[in-house]
């Protein structure tokens, strides 16, 4: 493998099926790369028709050969992947939380080129490069008028550092574009306005065109899919690499196919499609497959409800979730201010290529399929997802009883035992005259705060009295929501839910209902047009009214930026050791991660999320049980004021219009008064401060030579953590907020920093030393090691004693002891977090032993130099009787130095008595990629010495 060269990456030096060619459209002409030179492409699915024209375009002889694009020409639906390619996609798309990280490496990649002689202009990216800043948002300030403002405002005090050091990036490197602050949701701006569908680029004085892919430093890049666009989420580090000219290194995969039939019923939104979709999807096991879906019943699905499930590809686990492009696909790209040349370029092109969907078109043919599913869309009922994982699918009405049996979980044993029958005495029921109960103020002129309605028998309770902030007195019980937020790309894209959750709004409010006082509100939209559409239907008053104000554009509380609950119900949760409840309209609901002080998550429709801030509590029933009542005194329940489709639509098409993505996209890149005072520090490499707690320069490339070491044999290594199923890189590398006692947070102080301003761990990751630190550092995670701790704790073998897994991991690297994590199925699944492998590498982690990985993790951690490893089949380290006490030996992994990979290593774990256990590990080093960047000892150092050589 070698990287391409700048004019590498967009010129094929090879055209072995003299397939370049010229297209005319209207008085434009483009070079392209015609599929139809090359026998067997039409049968193709859409997905590999993409790929296969990426190889002819980019057949260079030597790492892209013909025999690539004959191998996916005559690609086997029925096969296992065995096959590698070399995929170059057309841009790069980045948040700033994964992004800050990049454009740091590129800079330190600058000094490392100079280092060993090289010039360090040649790092700059070789395609399109855009990031987002999206995910430094966080929710301080809710429910009131001056929200977006006052968390603007905080927004920029806090990441100052790291604003600027980005505005640096966007002057010192070519093709580097910055979305800034206040703007929306990477994924959203990207189908908005970003995405191209088909892209185009001046080569040698001709213009040419070609399908639009993009690899993006975030799980949900797939949310592209919906627009035709191939994409997918890729580490950080990968993404450097592929900024660089470094092809993505792949199997060609298994695909798919989906059919969709039928009509959504009332009453059903495009939020319960995706989670029966996500449902279906992960219990027939789609990892590291493409899933595309076909057939006619695709013309009837809105793009909007495409984008949403393309989005929650990483949810079931698929590399991709792809639509085909169409004439739905036109009237969207229409609608979002697309012009008319690049209109007429997109169909013509499409069509040309074969890549246009119309199963009723003459000589259509129905592309094959590895595996078939379907989903008759008639049968979708209303649904939520919770309480810790998206694909765990509740029907609405199934709702309240899944939560008595959930709570039971979260709650001591006391009140479990009281809920089975045990001990009567601790479910506290308080009578209806009881004003704390009740929820009286304690002025008694102010109107009652309601407590929930619910049967007192169907849970464990611990009815904790609480007066808020301004005076209100009432109480917190298990199963209370204290935060009810629409957040997330993956709906706030969608004006469907967006304003079937306004219309509802102003039902709700007509009928004089309101939030619970203990919710905290909040609405964080993905793009300015929401807002835009939200004052042309003038739902915003009903909104506010009900507390749900404008906090910002970003993803909020999804990715873990919910922002502190008021003071008195934080301390009053965990005094009392509450199970409190959030509801949000993402796609994330992972232990730990919305919000420290909130055990149970539950992702729901837009629309139901107002709905469970009306409810107040998990412990509801909507069919039976009232929101509330109106001022006759009659009972309102949420099919009074859950808007017909009809009411939807009429509010969709006299709302939306194209000159609201043309006004808000006009200038995008140019950012608001705040953004352009910013200081911008000048020149090719970056000025370090080395006081910054922000931006540091990464210790990877210290002491690289021109030569990489030989890879050896692991001895001796000691397991960091020993850990269960389904550990997600939140529980690896987790971001929110910085909790005090921490490593990372000892480090913040002793070099000054106050707890107010420690931020989250994911605006810090442009910081080394605080990412180490942060590294299994979630509040959830349970090491294995230790009983019945939660944390970033082990047991440390070099002091005998429970520690933070950080200063275990230094106390290790003194002795010059390796270490190996153990782990679960499901291993790294979640976002796509470089930290998690970079942490990883940096804690001296030499080997992850698994059952199973989910893609992108695995192979950053081959990015960062750690070998990933899995049980034999069916093993565990459960079965083969490891209880992580023990030292372990890997041999054979030297074999790699001699170009080969070995399918097994040998693992030996010695246990304390001298006993020893056996097994092959399974090697997953799945490319000779892999294994190039693997011996490199990362996929950065691999690059580097590639373009220092080259």
């Known amino acids: 493998m070698s990287p391409a060269t700048e004019e590498g990456a967009f010129v094929s030096s090879v055209d072995t099926f003299r397939s370049k060619g010229t297209l005319e459209v209207a008085d434009a002409s483009y070079e392209i790369y015609r599929l139809s030179a090359v026998q067997g492409t039409d049968r193709l699915p859409f997905s590999l028709k993409v790929l296969a024209e990426n190889l002819l375009r980019t057949e260079d002889g030597a790492n892209i050969t013909a025999d690539h694009v004959r191998a996916i020409a005559a690609w086997d639906p029925s096969a296992q992947p065995d096959t590698e390619i070399q995929f170059t996609p057309a841009r790069v798309i980045m948040q700033d939380f994964t992004g800050v990280p990049c454009v740091v490496d590129l800079a330190t990649m600058r000094e490392a080129v100079a280092d060993l002689g090289g010039d360090p202009a040649r790092i700059n990216p070789l395609a399109p490069a855009e990031l987002v800043i999206d995910h430094s948002v966080q929710i301080d300030v809710a429910g009131r008028a001056d929200a977006f403002q006052r968390n603007v405002d905080l927004e920029y005090e806090r990441n100052f550092e790291r604003y600027q050091f980005l505005r640096w990036g966007q002057t010192a490197f070519?093709?580097?574009?910055?979305?800034?602050?206040?703007?929306?949701?990477?994924?959203?701006?990207?189908?908005?306005?970003?995405?191209?569908?088909?892209?185009?680029?001046?080569?040698?004085?001709?213009?040419?065109?070609?399908p639009d892919t993009c690899v993006g430093t975030d799980s949900h890049t797939t949310m592209v899919n919906g627009l035709g666009v191939l994409g997918w989420g890729v580490g950080g580090i990968e993404a450097e690499a592929a900024m660089l000219g470094q092809p993505v290194s792949m199997l060609i995969p298994r695909v798919v196919g989906f059919k969709l039939t039928g009509q959504i019923p009332s009453g059903v939104t495009a939020t319960d499609v995706v989670l029966t979709i996500t449902q279906q999807l992960r219990q027939h096991g789609v990892v590291g497959k493409f899933v595309e879906f076909y057939g006619e019943g695709v013309a009837a699905v809105p793009l909007a409800n495409r984008a949403t499930i393309g989005n929650m590809s990483p949810e079931f686990g698929s590399t991709a979730a792809i639509f085909p492009?169409?004439?739905v696909t036109m009237d969207y790209l229409r609608l979002t201010g697309r012009s008319e040349e690049q209109l007429a370029l997109v169909e013509a092109y499409t069509k040309?290529?074969?890549?246009?969907?119309?199963?009723?078109?003459?000589?259509?043919?129905?592309?094959?399929?590895?595996?078939?599913?379907?989903?008759?869309?008639?049968?979708?009922?209303?649904?939520?997802?919770?309480?810790?994982?998206?694909?765990?699918?509740?029907?609405?009405?199934?709702?309240?009883?899944?939560?008595?049996?959930?709570?039971l979980d979260y709650v001591d044993s006391d009140s479990a035992a009281a809920f089975r029958g045990l001990d009567e005495s601790v479910s506290e029921t308080f009578p209806a005259s009881d004003p704390i109960a009740a929820g009286a103020h304690a002025d008694s002129s102010a109107a009652p705060a309601d407590v929930p309605a619910g049967n007192s028998e169907t849970r464990p309770h611990k009815r904790t009295p609480l007066t808020l902030a301004d005076g209100t007195r009432t109480?917190?019980?298990?199963?209370?929501?204290v935060i009810a937020s629409i957040t997330s790309c993956t709906n706030t894209s969608n004006p469907s839910?967006?304003?079937?959750?306004?219309?509802?709004?102003?039902?709700?409010?007509?009928?004089?209902?309101?939030?619970?006082?203990?919710?905290?509100?909040?609405?964080?939209?993905?793009?300015?047009?929401?807002?835009?559409?939200?004052?042309?239907?003038?739902?915003?008053?009903?909104?506010?009214?009900?507390?749900?104000?404008?906090?910002?554009?970003?993803?909020?509380?999804?990715?873990?930026?919910?922002?502190?609950?008021?003071?008195?119900?934080?301390?009053?949760?965990?005094?009392?050791?509450?199970?409190?409840?959030?509801?949000?309209?993402?796609?994330?609901?992972?232990?730990?991660?919305?919000?420290?002080?909130?055990?149970?998550?539950?992702?729901?429709?837009?629309?139901?999320?107002?709905?469970?801030?009306?409810?107040?509590?998990?412990?509801?029933?909507?069919?039976n049980e009232p929101l509330g009542q109106a001022e006759d005194g009659?009972?309102?329940?949420?099919?009074?004021?859950?808007?017909?489709?009809?009411?939807?639509?009429?509010?969709?098409?006299?709302?939306?219009?194209?000159?609201?993505?043309?006004?808000?996209?006009?200038?995008?890149?140019?950012?608001?008064?705040?953004?352009?005072?910013?200081?911008?520090?000048?020149?090719?490499?970056?000025?370090?401060?080395?006081?910054?707690?922000?931006v540091r320069k990464p210790p990877y490339f210290e002491g690289m030579t021109m030569t990489p070491d030989p890879v050896t044999d692991i001895s001796g290594a000691r397991v960091l953590a020993k850990l269960g199923d389904s550990v997600t890189t939140d529980h690896i590398s987790p971001a929110g907020a910085i909790k005090p006692g921490t490593p990372a947070a000892e480090y913040l102080a002793e070099n000054g920093i106050e707890r107010k301003d420690f931020n989250s761990y994911g605006s810090r990751r442009g910081n080394h030393e605080v990412m180490i630190r942060g590294t299994f550092a979630n509040i959830r995670l349970r090491n294995q090691l230790l009983q019945d701790v939660e944390g970033g704790y082990t047991y440390n073998f070099v002091t005998g004693e429970q520690s933070f897994i950080y200063d275990a991991a230094q106390d290790y690297a003194a002795q010059g002891t390796p270490?190996?994590?153990?782990?679960?199925?499901?291993?790294?699944?979640?976002?796509?977090?470089?930290?998690?492998?970079?942490?990883?590498?940096?804690?001296?982690?030499?080997?992850?032993?698994?059952?199973?990985?989910?893609?992108?993790?695995?192979?950053?951690?081959?990015?960062?130099?750690?070998?990933?490893?899995?049980?034999?089949?069916?093993?565990?380290?459960?079965?083969?009787?490891?209880?992580?006490?023990?030292t372990f030996d890997i041999a054979g992994v030297t074999a790699l130095n001699d170009g080969t990979t070995p399918s097994t290593l040998a693992v030996t774990a010695t246990k304390a008595d001298g006993s020893v256990v056996t097994f092959d590990a399974v090697v997953r080093i799945d490319t000779p990629g892999e294994a190039d960047y693997y011996r490199n000892g990362g996929i950065l150092q691999y690059v580097l010495r590639s373009l220092v050589t080259s």
């Open 325 to 327: 492009i169409d004439e």
């Open 819 to 886: 270490l190996v994590i153990l782990g679960g199925k499901e291993y790294g699944s979640g976002s796509s977090r470089d930290w998690a492998a970079k942490g990883t590498a940096l804690l001296g982690v030499k080997a992850v032993i698994t059952e199973s990985f989910e893609r992108i993790h695995r192979s950053n951690l081959i990015g960062m130099g750690v070998l990933p490893l899995q049980f034999p089949a069916g093993e565990s380290a459960a079965s083969l009787g490891l209880d992580g006490t023990e």
């Open 475 to 481: 109480e917190l019980d298990h199963g209370h929501v």
């Open 174 to 210: 070519d093709d580097f574009k910055v979305v800034p602050p206040g703007t929306g949701i990477v994924h959203q701006v990207n189908i908005e306005y970003l995405a191209r569908t088909v892209m185009t680029r001046e080569v040698d004085g001709v213009v040419r065109a070609y």
């Open 352 to 407: 040309e290529q074969g890549l246009w969907h119309d199963p009723q078109a003459e000589g259509y043919t129905e592309p094959v399929f590895s595996e078939y599913l379907e989903l008759d869309l008639s049968t979708v009922v209303p649904s939520i997802a919770g309480p810790k994982r998206p694909q765990d699918r509740i029907e609405l009405t199934a709702a309240k009883e899944s939560f008595a049996t959930s709570i």
């Open 634 to 694: 009659t009972d309102v329940f949420l099919a009074d004021i859950w808007p017909t489709a009809d009411e939807v639509q009429s509010t969709i098409d006299t709302s939306i219009n194209r000159g609201m993505f043309t006004k808000d996209y006009a200038d995008v890149f140019a950012g608001d008064d705040k953004w352009r005072a910013l200081p911008t520090p000048e020149g090719n490499t970056f000025a370090w401060d080395s006081e910054s707690t922000y």
């Open 497 to 623: 839910v967006m304003l079937a959750a306004g219309l509802l709004a102003k039902k709700a409010v007509d009928k004089g209902l309101v939030a619970k006082p203990w919710v905290k509100t909040s609405m964080a939209p993905g793009s300015k047009v929401v807002t835009d559409y939200y004052e042309k239907a003038e739902l915003w008053p009903y909104l506010e009214k009900l507390g749900f104000h404008l906090v910002g554009y970003g993803c909020a509380t999804c990715i873990g930026n919910s922002g502190p609950l008021p003071e008195e119900v934080s301390a009053t949760v965990n005094e009392h050791d509450l199970s409190v409840v959030s509801v949000l309209s993402g796609n994330r609901n992972f232990e730990g991660r919305i919000n420290p002080d909130v055990k149970m998550n539950y992702l729901a429709s837009p629309p139901l999320v107002i709905a469970y801030a009306l409810a107040g509590t998990m412990d509801f029933d909507f069919e």
